[in-house]
């Protein structure tokens, strides 16, 4: 038997990392001057500023950010290294969903269209939401929809219309107090729950014990 161990995080507490908090420091350095990574690490709590360094990147290869300049730097060994700065050249309000090569991506997409069905249906089971949420170009599967669906609720997102049966599904109708926003909840590594609109983690996070 697995063994669940309740983190010490509270509800509530900012996560400053992803790209949506990245996306959000970027269009604020870049209102009225040039920046550079370091400027968005420094706001971060990236360890290793790989992932902001990646999205970056994929930023600039889509035409989101320019290098302006490069500046030579010292390293922690002494050294010099270049380092760019960059321009916001393309301003949106919604984060780029954007591939490494930088074009659009659709990774993230479903939990986007399975938060605006659940927004928009007066209750739904995970066949209503696969079926209302999917698109010609992102399905989303019986089992994605129910998966997302739980942990909504586990978060206290959802309310239980109709508890589920052998031959019956489980009916869910979100909460008016927790139509937070049109950005969707996202489902961390951990399995807790974030909230783009609020900012903040929802609901108690548990982790499970890992096989070996």
Not at 37 to 49: H, M, P, W, Y
Not at 109 to 136: C, I, V, Y
Request: charged share 25%; proline share 4%.
């Amino acid at each position: 038997m697995s063994i669940q161990l309740e983190l010490k995080i509270a509800s509530g507490t900012p996560i400053y990392r992803g790209h949506d908090h990245y996306w959000s420091v970027i269009r604020d350095l870049g209102k009225n001057a040039d920046f550079s990574l370091a400027e968005i690490a420094a706001r971060s709590n990236d360890r290793t500023n790989k992932s902001i360094s990646e999205f970056v990147n994929r930023l600039v290869r889509a035409g989101f950010l320019e290098v302006v300049r490069t500046e030579r730097g010292p390293t922690a060994r002494g050294g010099l290294v270049g380092r760019h700065v960059y321009r916001l050249a393309r301003n949106q309000v919604r984060t780029p969903i954007l591939d490494r090569k930088g074009k659009t991506g659709t990774q993230g997409l479903g939990n986007s269209f399975m938060w605006n069905a659940m927004r928009s249906l007066t209750f739904f089971d995970k066949h209503e939401l696969s079926l209302t949420a999917s698109t010609p170009d992102v399905q989303i599967s019986v089992s994605t929809a129910f998966t997302y669906a739980m942990h909504l609720e586990r978060a206290g997102y959802l309310n239980i219309v109709r508890k589920g049966k052998s031959t019956t599904p489980t009916k869910w109708r979100l909460k008016p107090s927790m139509n937070t926003g049109p950005d969707a909840p996202k489902i961390l590594r951990s399995k807790m729950v974030y909230d783009v609109n609020r900012g903040q983690i929802m609901g108690s996070p548990v982790a499970e014990e890992c096989a070996a």
